[in-house]
């Protein structure tokens, strides 16, 4: 194994390491600023506890985002058994940027996430094999 090698996969398992941190922390921002569907997530959300907007929860409210509604499938088919999501394209962008954003990100986590899975693959197929998984049982030597 070259040193060069080894050197630089281990600078892109650290780079991708803190690109998916990194989009994690963006999606957070993102999703924190959406309105909502109803467009009172946020001022549900700062409403006094003893004086709430309306009967919806905390959880329930937190749900109510633009990007949890193109995510989740519509149930289509005679049975009502076939998923089918939505695309979501530049035109979801004028509906909610935050979500838009916060969607973009997501993306380039999984992609990243799969480059980092791809790293460290090659690692694995570049170091020695260790001594234990060289043994064989007694009986096929
Ligand atoms: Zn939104």
Not at 60 to 70: F, I, P, R, V
């Given at each position: 194994m070259k040193s060069e090698t080894?050197?630089?996969l281990v600078t892109r398992y650290s780079e991708l390491t803190w690109q998916i941190k990194s989009c994690k922390n963006r999606i957070a921002i993102a999703l924190d600023q959406c309105m909502g569907l109803d467009g009172?997530?946020?001022l549900r959300r700062n409403a006094p506890w003893d004086r709430p907007l309306d009967d919806m929860d905390d959880s329930?409210?937190?749900?109510?985002?633009?990007?949890?509604?193109?995510l989740t499938p519509e149930i289509v088919g005679y049975y009502g058994d076939v998923q089918e999501w939505e695309t979501i394209g530049f035109e979801h962008n004028r509906e909610c940027p935050y979500c838009f954003e916060a969607y973009l990100a997501i993306r380039e986590r999984k992609r990243a996430k799969r480059q980092l899975a791809s790293v460290k693959a090659a690692m694995t197929k570049i170091t020695p094999k260790p001594e234990i998984l060289k043994w064989t049982p007694e009986h096929c030597e």
């Open positions: 080894a050197l630089s009172k997530r946020l329930k409210n937190e749900k109510q985002t633009h990007l949890g509604a193109w």
